[in-house]
């Protein structure tokens, strides 16, 4: 597993997101890392991410396979390009589809390990197949269509 996060390398002013940006700190700040030819990340849910005694919120699944997605398609954009993270100008993904399946209910109180494939590089376009797994357990799959950012969106 690579040690800094794709997330550690956006700049400053693309670093507020309140999945993964670095510079929220009352966001999650979800980490992705190379390992192997997949990413992951790991995110233990805090008490407010209650859904009913016991288990996760359905919507934090969601956010995680989202800001997971996102920064697996700015890791895989380096790597198509042969550029190592953090080079200018920086690769920075929105979300353009954001496809869930819950497979089985989240259980609290456990580190959720979340891991990423890329399915599909076109142009500004990635796609990403991912899996969030609680003590081993696969507990949600979904998949991202992440595009670069638009110009206008750049600060």
Request: hydrophobic content about 35%; charged content about 25%; some cysteine.
């Amino acid at each position: 597993m690579t040690e800094k996060a794709i997330q550690d390398f956006y700049p400053d002013d693309l670093s507020h997101c309140y999945g993964c940006g670095r510079l929220n700190p009352k966001g999650h700040q979800l980490k992705t890392r190379w390992d192997g030819d997949e990413t992951v990340s790991f995110f233990e849910p805090w008490p407010e991410h209650i859904a009913i005694p016991g288990y996760v919120y359905g919507g934090l699944i969601a956010s995680l396979i989202d800001c997971h997605g996102t920064g697996t398609a700015a890791a895989a954009a380096y790597r198509e390009a042969g550029r190592e993270p953090g080079t200018e100008p920086p690769f920075r993904f929105v979300t353009a589809s954001l496809n869930v399946r819950y497979l089985r209910p989240t259980p609290m109180g456990v580190e959720l390990e979340i891991r990423g494939r890329v399915e599909e590089i076109k142009g500004r376009k990635i796609v990403v197949s991912a899996t969030v797994t609680a003590d081993g357990e696969l507990c949600a799959t979904g998949e991202v269509v992440a595009v670069e950012m638009p110009e206008h969106m750049v600060p």
